[in-house]
């Protein structure tokens, strides 16, 4: 079975940086796509941003520039740094992994918990 725990959300000013995190753990065989999803109150949950197993990345227009995403593919781990955070990237930020478990079928979709950033003054 896998876990898949968010952390390092938080309280930060506008222009403030942030670091989420987001580990898998369990009978991992493979990692393939990870993403970063967010919702605000009201809003529907959008895509922030890509990474493939290769590295390829890919963001939302309103976070490029001010984003990164990257992965450790040794520790399973996904990371979104943050930067020049505005107030209307509050919001819960949720991880997507596509894994393949040992015994498990192939390239099924595990969603973190959620962690809330607040971007306020």
């Known amino acids: 079975q896998v876990q898949v725990v968010e952390s390092g959300g938080g309280l930060v000013q506008p222009g403030g940086s942030l670091r989420l995190s987001c580990a898998a753990s369990g009978s991992i065989f493979r990692i393939d796509a990870m993403d970063w999803y967010r919702q605000a109150p009201g809003k529907q949950r959008d895509l922030v941003a890509t990474?493939?197993?290769?590295?390829?990345?890919n963001y939302a227009d309103s976070v490029k520039g001010r984003f990164t995403i990257s992965r450790d593919n040794a520790k399973n781990t996904l990371y979104l740094q943050m930067n020049s955070l505005k107030p209307e990237d509050t919001a819960v930020y949720y991880c997507k992994m596509v894994i393949t478990t040992i015994s498990g079928p192939p390239l099924e979709d595990y969603w973190g918990q959620g962690t809330q950033v607040t971007v306020s003054s």
């Open positions: 990474i493939s197993r290769g590295m390829i990345t």
